[in-house]
Antibody
Framework: EVQLVESGGVVVQPGGSLRLSCAAS????????MHWVRQGPGQGLEWITL????????KYADSVQGRFTISRDNSKNSLYLQMDSLRAEDTAMYYC???????????????WGKGTTVTVSS | DIQMTQSPSSLSASVGDRVTITCRAS??????VNWFQQKPGKAPKVVIYAASTLEIGAPSRFSGSGSGTDFTLTISSLQPEDFATYFCQQSFRTPYTFGQGTKLEIK
């Protein structure tokens, strides 16, 4: 069974930094692209970043470009999100998600963690 | 960025009703649309991918259609467990944008 468990969410001051982690199990981690998706309180979903199976390719939403960095350690079956220069609008539940790994147009997130909460507040 | 405009934002319906949710993309995106169901306090889960393919394990009362810019999610006969929020998402090009969501409530 695929399992994704996020951790690292806390209350942090504006301008601060935080690193989220996602521990993966139940599948061959280094075969798949991975994503981070966030959801503000009472808000919709926002895709924010992805990383290819080998870490060689990353993509970001404009809202986090230059402030957030996605990375992975395939030897530890772990995904990370380094969040710098945090703002109040980054307050959200952060989900890691596994890509299905299909060919176009079958590109989608087929497994999600339960999420970890980040609150940016003074 | 590709904008996904989803409607309606909320919908009241009864068990057994047929309901349709629509999503319009700001540019042509082939069939690169996925539909997610989210229940309160839970992570989203996919029900339809690539516009019309039913995810393994999703009930057959869910169906999707569309290509280009206009897409629909249909639930043929609502069941109590279907009351949730639904989101469309385009996976044609990053950033993989979502629609605003449709909250499906019991009438």
């Amino acid at each position: 069974e695929v399992q994704l468990v996020e951790s690292g969410g806390v209350v942090v001051q504006p301008g601060g930094s935080l690193r989220l982690s996602c521990a993966a199990s139940g599948f061959t981690f280094d075969d798949y692209t991975m994503h981070w998706v966030r959801q503000g309180p009472g808000q919709g979903l926002e895709w924010i970043t992805l990383i290819s199976w080998d870490g060689g390719s990353t993509k970001y939403a404009d809202s986090v470009q230059g402030r957030f960095t996605i990375s992975r350690d395939n030897s530890k079956n772990s995904l990370y999100l380094q969040m710098d220069s945090l703002r109040a609008e980054d307050t959200a539940m952060y989900y890691c998600a596994k890509d299905k790994g299909g060919a176009f147009p079958e590109v989608y997130m087929d497994a999600w963690g339960k999420g970890t909460t980040v609150t940016v507040s003074s | 960025d590709i904008q996904m405009t989803q409607s309606p934002s909320s919908l009241s319906a009864s068990v057994g009703d047929r309901v349709t949710i629509t999503c319009r993309a700001s540019q042509r995106i082939s069939t690169s649309v996925n539909w997610f169901q989210q229940k309160p306090g839970k992570a989203p889960k996919v029900v339809i991918y690539a516009a019309s393919t039913l995810e393994i394990g999703a009930p057959s009362r869910f169906s999707g259609s569309g290509s280009g810019t206009d897409f629909t999610l249909t639930i043929s006969s609502l069941q109590p467990e279907d009351f949730a929020t639904y989101f469309c998402q385009q996976s044609f090009r990053t950033p993989y944008t979502f629609g605003q969501g449709t909250k499906l409530e019991i009438k």
